[in-house]
DNA sequence: TTGTAGGCGTTATCAA
DNA sequence: TTGATAACGCCTACAA
């Protein structure tokens, strides 16, 4: 048997007023008086009135409701971002659904159609790793009013506000302190090229090798995914080398593992032979009986003011100006014990 | 500048049909020329129509989204899930509202009825540790045709399914494989009762040293909540003890990390002097130097599992019938070196 | 202070 | 095969 809601519709039977009466009773109209206010609101009490926020949206061409598309939901980084948030946006009265593109361009097109066709008010994303073709994101802002605001994972394109951390100046501490501990031949774990923020933390690495005035080999930048495998297999083939690395700045915690995994199993030492630093501040680099150095992104951080960069490009546009933000914030260097040789 | 999105009006104005063409069309519906339809979808496609699915819902009352709310989402655990159930109900056209209730009872109750003014199609919960007073759940039941499904954390509450793992057999494994390696004296660190995950937990320790006659000894059980520190202190405080315990059962994997630090920091020998076993199979455990055994929840199976059942229930209930299931997933114990004394 | 009525975009019923 | 129209539940001019 199917429950019919009330709608305001029966609260206006019950009380002989008209629907629009009980509607502004409800939004605490101010010219609607104390008396009808309270009796539609012990009716709608007692009926068990919920507001169908369907209607509500379809009339305002408001849902209330906005979406983010994430490679995987279930990484400690993403699901921070996606915390934050939540947190920023859900005490507006903000919904948030979320989308898993599984690192693939073509479910993340499909899901981006998707929340449109739910008329979102916003949509959120951190781009998959095959992304290239930008051309229907920019025909979504052209024919479209939904702002779409990248965090993390981005690319350039104009009228799209941007949420990021500083991955060159992440990567250029982290090389930094290395070289700073003495370390010489420092290699790096670049993650994949297609992606600016490898392509920032690779040249952050490069500019602090300059700057400290040591060579930039090509051979010690070894091309890897962010697995703990592809960091072990990395690292046997590194010290199969007659010069071999006394530090590895992995753009990666994962690999960063999987080289220290390595390290101990050729018997090196940590962080006397070899130091090691990773990217991303993963849980489990600091509850390491040897803790691994890393670069913190402060996700939940970041999620909050992508969702406060919408509500704030909200109250712009009702006086009809949509500014274009490009915020980058500051990662943190953790230094643990994987890279401090001084004491 | 606002831009308009087109409608299947603007579409039947340009081709000079109705509105009811249109959308038949659009629908493929059977009775309605190829012709037509194939001039419909050009014309769709020619001015960038989107379907408003806002509309659809308010006419079929069914949104095709539900809601999730769980007490934070940036835990490996709860994303997990999500991530199980996002992909379980994303082919089938569903979206996935996300909910933190912040483990708190009153945050929860407004979270459900955001998501029930919001009109989705079935709220999937994982109550807080505080929450007792049922009543408004089963209010909802009564009034509305939206279904409640409980994961992992639960109450029995009539009508409501509920998809959790076997916490008893759990817990149940990993202490009698303790017992098997020869530890006599097993802690256990139980967590908040108020759960019945944690009291399901404590009951599969306590059922395994009755059956192989182990004294169940009152002090052995410590009240512990889920952070490293309280694992740290409970250890600490454990071993001032005249006599030592030689194993530990932790609900958590959080507090079983605690426990093996101070374990280090005291010289004592991991699994030689003490065993260690924590429950859920945290990423951490395994990467550890000393990797700790753990109960593996499966949850991104738990997660498409409850997609799967709300998608049951809704063919079911097309014959009208509803029928409410109680399903137990089976945990897979993970033996490491923390616990693993007999070659 | 309150009522009437139109419209948001779709689908479905009843006609044609 | 197609068209006209009502309805989903709400809000809001415009009237009264």
Redesign the interface.
Known sequence: M??K?TTIYDISKKLNVSVATVSRALNNHPRISQETKELVAAAAKEM?Y??????K??KSGE?K?V?VIVP?????FF??V??GL??EL?PH?Y??????SHDDAAIEKKQL???????VDCIFISISRNTSDMEYVK?ILS???TPIIFFDRKKDIPGISTITIDDHKGAYQATEHLIQQGYKNICHFAGDQNLEIYQNRLNGYLDALKDYKLPVIKENIINTGSS?EEGISAMKSLWKRKVKPDAIFSASDFTA?GACKEI?NLKIKIPEDIGVIGFSNE??TQ????SISSVDQTP?LMGKISGNVFLESIKDNSSGISIEKKLVLTPTLHIRQSSKRKK
């Not at 995987?72 to 400690?76: A, E, F, L, S």
């Not at 919904?95 to 898993?100: A, F």
């Not at 509850?287 to 040897?290: D, N, Q, R, S, V």
């Open positions: 199917t429950k809601n068990n919920k507001q169908n926020n369907l209607a949206a379809l849902t409701t979406g995987y939901i279930n990484t400690n699901s921070s996606i915390r939540e947190e859900s009265g919904r948030v659904i979320i989308c898993q159609n998707t929340l449109l066709h739910t008329q025909k024919t479209t009013n703990i593992l101990k849980p489990f509850f390491m009986e040897l939940v």
